[in-house]
């Protein structure tokens, strides 16, 4: 937990930009998916059209983060975060000018908006450096609550497209981009510990270790199950529901709020019983609370329960899965931030785009609830089988102060 001494260990100013950074990047990936009932109904987009059109930033993102978890190893975190920082402000600022007006005018900005996605590739590196491993968790999950940028856009982006329109909402995210970009290029350092640059054939040697294919894939539930909702939940209450866009949005941030502050308390909840455990207990909720919600229950305040402890579960195990990767891939973490966080996004990209065509070919989103449940039910039977192993290998002989 955060202490004196966790004040000590590292450095907090790169801490705190790292997380500032992260959080109004992942306010802007997920955008399109807090306008997407605006912007739908004036396009004209049918729920499959809708459905990918709110995947496709998180699909950018998560390829792009394998692209800046390579220049996080080649040319050191901080300056990856200024090249990401200034092309997503300059995409929305011409996006705001020229102006959207088609469907694939919306998948052009999406991949833009990638481009802050791949601030978890960055974020989490910078600030994972400068702590040694017994802070880990904790110091991830504040760096990772940046996730809770994904709540300003369902808070605040609804109301302000109904004032001023989505067209001109682009333009106004790109102010709060710009402050953060300020304090990163004065606050953030890069940790003198960081280990040498590896050579290209190098970052494809940890696909070679069962134990990155095992963390890519329970990052693309517990992450890919966050911001698959954050990305989708605004266009569920809408459609069944009847929602408004500005009460969806409300409902959709009530969610979300709940996904993004619990990952500092995964985190170090994590460092103080075990990734494993936490992971476990996370999978389970989540598996149970969609279930549930795939019968689409009568009261939609029954659904924002059941989707909000999904969400909690989600961000929980997202602080869990970043307890564990430093302690097994301490000297990769840079790729490994990458190519895990690639896969979260793919996730991401699976729920958000399978739910649209959940919705489109059989009238209802059970159907891609259903099979993300499966993939969480499937995270805990694999985490059951390596447990054993994960603790008498390098768990047991790594990290001094730091438990699995």
């Not at 450095?11 to 109004?24: E, G, I, R, V, W």
């Not at 920082?85 to 996006?95: D, E, H, M, N, S």
């Amino acid at each position: 937990m955060i202490n004196r001494e966790f004040l000590k260990a590292g450095h907090l100013p790169t801490l705190l930009s790292a997380f500032f950074y992260f959080d109004m990047s992942f306010m802007v990936w997920v955008l399109l998916g807090a306008l997407a009932v605006q912007m739908s109904g004036d396009l004209h987009l049918n729920a499959a059209q809708k459905g990918f059109m709110v995947a496709l930033p998180v699909l950018a993102g998560a390829l792009l983060r394998v692209v800046f978890g390579v220049l996080v190893d080649r040319i050191r975190p901080r300056r990856a975060g200024i090249i990401g920082q200034v092309i997503v402000i300059a995409g929305l600022t011409g996006a705001w000018m020229v102006g959207i007006e088609s469907y694939q005018g919306t998948l052009a900005l999406g991949l833009v908006l990638g481009v802050a996605g791949a601030s978890f590739a960055v974020a989490l590196p910078l600030a994972s450096r400068w702590y040694p491993p017994q802070y880990q968790g904790t110091a991830l999950g504040i760096a990772g609550a940046g996730n809770s940028g994904t709540v300003f856009a369902s808070l605040f982006a609804p109301g302000l497209a109904a004032w001023v329109g989505w067209n001109n909402v682009l333009g106004l995210a790109a102010i709060p981009l710009t402050i953060a970009f300020v304090v990163y290029l004065f606050a953030a350092k890069d940790s003198p510990t960081a280990p040498p640059p590896k050579k290209l054939h190098e970052y494809l040697a940890v696909l070679r270790m069962s134990d990155a294919w095992w963390f890519m894939f329970f990052y693309a539930v517990t992450f890919g199950g966050f911001v698959g909702l954050a990305s989708s939940l605004a266009i569920f209450f809408n459609s069944d529901y009847g929602l408004d866009a500005v009460t969806a949005g409300y409902f959709t941030a009530a969610c979300v709020f709940c996904g993004s502050f619990v990952r500092p308390i995964g985190g170090a909840l994590a460092d103080r019983i075990g990734g494993i455990k936490t992971l476990s207990l996370t999978y389970g909720l989540a598996a149970l609370a969609l279930v549930l919600v795939s019968f689409r229950p009568q009261s939609v305040y029954m659904a924002l329960t059941l989707f909000a402890g999904a969400m909690l579960a989600f961000g929980m195990g997202n602080g869990s899965v970043f307890q564990l990767v430093p302690q097994r891939f301490r000297h990769e973490i840079g790729v490994m931030t990458g190519l895990v966080g690639m896969t979260g996004g793919v996730g991401g990209f699976f729920l958000a785009s399978s739910l649209g065509m959940s919705k489109q070919l059989t009238g209802t989103y059970q159907a891609g609830l259903l099979l993300f449940a499966s993939l969480a039910v499937l995270a805990l039977v694999g985490l059951t089988i390596i447990k054993h192993r994960w603790r008498t290998t390098w768990g047991a002989v790594g990290i001094a102060g730091a438990r699995i």
